[in-house]
């Protein structure tokens, strides 16, 4: 079992900056691969950016040069600047084993609003 807490959701004019941060406690293993993913009204969840223990990343090619996801042990971050309205979403942290799958594990959810 892994618990997630997420944090740092908002709300922001276009162009600003927001931090989210996801703290996780439980099984190491299922802690090996984190991420974030988010969703917005009407659409499918996606993934927005993963990290694994060895610092490999993986980003969504739209946030890439905006986004930046790093890792201090069991927290992730996800910075966020030069936001855009479609980046409006509910922001939820995942954890699993493998960077290349979506993991078991998911956080409560935080919301980003982008107005333009």
């Known amino acids: 079992q892994v618990q997630l807490v997420e944090s740092g959701g908002g709300a922001v004019q276009a162009g600003g900056s927001l931090r989210l941060s996801c703290s996780a406690s439980?099984?190491?293993?299922?802690?090996?691969?984190m991420g974030w993913y988010r969703q917005a009204p009407g659409k499918q969840r996606e993934v927005v950016a993963r990290?694994?223990?060895?610092?490999t990343t993986q980003l969504q090619e739209s946030v890439k040069g905006r986004f930046a996801i790093s890792r201090d042990k069991n927290t992730i971050y996800l910075q966020m600047n030069s936001l855009k309205p479609e980046d409006t979403a509910t922001y939820y942290c995942?954890?699993?084993?493998?960077?290349?799958?979506?993991?078991?594990?998911w956080g409560q959810g935080t919301q980003v609003t982008v107005s333009s």
């Open positions: 439980g099984s190491s293993f299922s802690m090996n691969a």
């Open positions: 990290i694994n223990r060895a610092g």
């Open positions: 995942n954890s699993g084993v493998t960077i290349d799958d979506d993991g078991k594990y």
